[in-house]
């Protein structure tokens, strides 16, 4: 050991101190950035005396698995408990003040009045405004809920996008992994790249990560469907740009396989695709049916009888629709009957029919007349309407409420239906979440920095290069002393 | 190598998480604390909030059928009114015909007496309310009775007269007429003629059925009476033939027949009156028994609908307060985790 080898050493030493300061800066700058695992500047021995190798953190495989799927989970339940309250309101404004059913009972109600003192033609008039009200509601919630899926495709196809753009990114990053292991590069930022791109690609479906050598990564959803293996693969959507009654949207699908929709209101949906096409094809599709049974339970319940006894069949009364003046089959469901549900022209004053239809009958010809002789005071007929409305009818079992039920009585249970997946999905997103941020803190305080412990190892790397100065202070006064010795 | 097990991210994201958490708590709390009721009852009720729905929607329709039912009752009771003045006519009519019988020609207090009962009659049975004319039956907008000297029913009348006996009313030949001649002509002819079905085809334009409302949920009642019923016939009848035949175109003897008849009507309507007087109180209480139990119903249905999202105030109130102490704790712990800093020491 000589002189020089003890100078080259602490020269050494102050370069790893160096390095490691840069490291500890490094960590200290990305404190904030979630991304971000910290760096250790690890001394490693060799011949000059040691070399700083940084080194990675790296969390549990099973707790990142975990906080993947939790993402996955909680993306998709937001997604799904935001839109169940938008249609909430959309379709039922606060606690049920713009449903159908609050429309129908004050139809049962102008109807009741009229039906008590039937030779007064504004009180006809006004029964007649609340009908049109509330075919006005169906109309335009039947509407509501077709942009609302319309809405829900494009955010379909944004989606899928997005996560073929991802998957490119993905590609990128793993190759640049593959790539720097095997040419012993630094390869740590492409980690950090690549696994905040598989958080955002959990995001939209869930996927299980398989390692392979070298770094390298194959990612498979949780359906089975390979989405990347050495490659991405593609991710297709054909976007329907408008919906109509009863259309069928079209599937996400990854290398032709579709992605599933999930179910329910604490919704088994993970990532937003799944969620997406769950509310599109599964909610929309119930509420709508709900809405259609709605209607045709109204012409049915409204549909004019035969007042002459002659067997003639019932034909749409008050309510009417395309494919009136027939009354639609009882207890099964057509496809956009609420859509297609009109205020009968021969009610209407302002489409030359009178108001008093409601009190005669006889929109459909004069075997239809009940009130015969004209007389003011006849309240059989509406009598018997506003009965309607409180006689147990069958509604379509594809409604998932009581099919045995009144027309009132249903659109209450459509309400309830609704709230009841609102009440599942809020509880369930509380849970989901919690569960999501407790993984996200276990592994930010795995693979996170903690400033103090760098500042004291900032103290630890300035105590270590004072040392190292001393020390070529020290082997330069002995060279000093030397020379000296030898003048 | 690491050796904490706490990132700085994670010591300061953790505060702020729970903080919001506890804010977006608090936000309900207080609305519940000043409503008393659950911030958002389809949230906390979940597909029960179906049923509080149609309770309220249930208590919505009681309350518009008592309300139409009080329309109903006014109804009921201008009809009891006024069939009671039905009756007081009768009852003035009744002395002045009974007192005239066997005075020869001297009958005209009686027929005076006839002729402002059948005025009268016609204005009780065209007794109007709320635009109609509740003795109509369910033809309410047209009244039941034409004035009498220009209506069907005296045209009808002469010519039956006409036809039985060969000459009209007022011929001096109608002198002749014995009582028996009369007393036949009044019961075979004239009360066939304007009562019964004649009686809707020469006298009344009243409808027989009578209107109908929906006083409960599944009940229906009549509740109006018409004046096509038996005992208004009768009375108007008992006018109509006490106003023409005691102006003394008769002899003695066939307006006794006339009085006769007259009495005997006018008697046997009253019993009928009563009758309908009776049927009218029945139905009033029929209506009153059941707003009673719609309203009984109705509180039982609220206190139930209420109940099913209120809140107790004092836990809600309890509630906010432990919130607001914890927010408190949670700003106060962020101030002093910023500031645990080793910067701060070295």
Redesign the interface.
Known sequence: MSLGSALQIAQNSLLNVSRQTNVVSRNVTNAGNEGYTRRAGVVDSNALGSRVVVMRESGETQLVHAQLKALSQTQGQTIVSQQLEQLNLTLNGIDGSRSPSALLSQLHGSLQSFAANPSNSALADNAIDEARQLVQSLNASASSIMTFRGAMDSQLAQETDRLNGLLDRFHEQNSAIVNGTRGGRDINDALDQRDALLKDISAIIPVNVITRGEGDVVLVTTGGATLFESIPREVTFDAISTYGPGSIGNAVRIDGVPIAAGQGGATTSNGTIAALTQLRDDTSATLETQLDETARSLISAFAETDATGSGQPQLAGLFTWSGGPAVPPDGVHVDGMAYDIRLNAQYDGGQGGSALTLRDGGANGAAYLHNTSGAASFSDHVIRLVQSLDQPTTFDSATKVETNNSILGFATQTIGWLDGARSDAISALESKQALSARLDEKLSNQTGVNIDEEMALLLQLERSYEASARLIGAVDEMFNTLFSAVR | ??????????MF??LR?STAGLQRDLVDAQREVTTGQRAD???????????R??LL?DI??LN??T???G??LARLEISELALESIGEIGDALLPALVASVGQGSSASIASNAGQSALAELQSTLNTTF???HIF???????PPLENYQTSGAKLELEAQFTNHFGFPPDDSSALTIDKSQMAGFLDVVLEPALTGAGWTTHVSAA?D?P????IG??E?RDV?VSANESGAQKMVLAGIISSEFLSGTLGGGAQDAVLEKAIGLVTSSQAEIADLRGDVGLTTNRIQRSNERMVVQNDEMERYAVEMTSVDPFEAATRMNSLLTQIETSYTLTGRIQQL???RF?
């Open positions: 190598m690491k050796i904490s097990q706490v990132s700085t991210s994670s994201n953790l998480s009852p389809g949230h906390s009720l979940g597909e029960r909030n179906a049923l729905l149609s929607q919505e329709r518009t059928i309300e139409t039912n329309l109903a709320n635009g109609e109509g039956g369910i033809n309410s907008s047209v409808s059925h209107i109908r409302a929906r949920l599944n229906t109006s800093s080793l910067m070295i």
